[in-house]
């Protein structure tokens, strides 16, 4: 089954605690990103992968840091959380940068005390 | 400004009603046109697409496009309440830019 797999689904930490969110697809994709979900503002940009070892800032970056070793793998590094990031979180796929089809996790909600 | 209006609703609607769902954009760059479906716990997930101005029609559901009003819809004809989401629009040039979604449930 084609999928886009995130973990965890829940996660709460505390203020400083450096914590990974891992993203992984089985789908061949060349490009992955990571977006943030907030009440009123939508699904924002964090960064985006267009291939391995390419990657770059999207709307909302700060904050945050990614990796892409694998094609498969594009996990989100959060090096120093803070309350601001608590958040919904989601990783997609997709074919290329010309979107007609972003494929999307599940979620990780994540909350920072 | 953002890229991308979506009026967030609530919207409520009896089943069987037409339910219309509208984003307005500001970018000319924009090639492609998108709706997601996203329920409650889930990740988002593509309903249609279009790439140029005019209709397009999926079972009961339609997108329009307006390139010169820079204005799309969607429209969802005899609702259902399988179909009480949230309804996101979302537009292409390099990346995708994503409203900030319509929550919408059909009552029974």
């Known amino acids: 089954e084609a999928q886009v797999t995130q973990n965890p689904r829940y996660l709460i930490t505390v203020t400083g605690k450096k914590l990974t969110v891992t993203c992984s697809q089985n789908?061949?994709?060349?490009?992955m990103s990571w977006y943030r979900q907030d009440p009123g503002l939508g699904l924002r940009q964090i960064y985006y992968s267009m291939n391995v070892e390419v990657t770059d800032k999207g709307d909302v970056p700060e904050g945050y840091k990614v990796s892409r070793k694998e094609k498969r793998n594009f996990p989100l590094i959060l090096e120093s959380p803070s309350p601001n990031q608590t958040s919904l979180y989601f990783c997609?796929?997709?074919?290329?940068?010309?979107?007609?089809?972003?494929?999307f996790g599940q979620g990780t909600r994540l909350t920072v005390v | 400004q953002k890229e991308v209006e979506q009026d967030p609703g609530p919207l409520s609607v009896p089943e069987g009603a037409i339910v219309s769902l509208n984003c307005t954009y500001s970018?000319?760059?924009?090639?492609?046109f998108m709706w997601y479906r996203q329920y409650s716990r889930k990740g988002p997930e593509l309903l249609m697409y279009?790439?140029?101005?005019g209709n397009k029609e999926d079972g009961r559901f339609t997108a329009q496009v307006d390139k010169s009003s820079k204005y799309i819809s969607l429209f969802i004809r005899d609702s259902q309440p399988s179909d009480s989401a949230t309804y996101l629009c979302?537009?292409?040039?390099?990346?995708?830019?994503f409203g900030a979604g319509t929550t919408v449930t059909v009552r029974a």
């Open positions: 279009t790439y140029s101005s």
């Open positions: 789908m061949n994709h060349e490009y």
């Open positions: 997609a796929s997709s074919w290329g940068q010309e979107n007609t089809e972003a494929f």
């Open positions: 970018n000319s760059a924009f090639q492609y």
């Open positions: 979302a537009m292409d040039d390099y990346k995708l830019s």
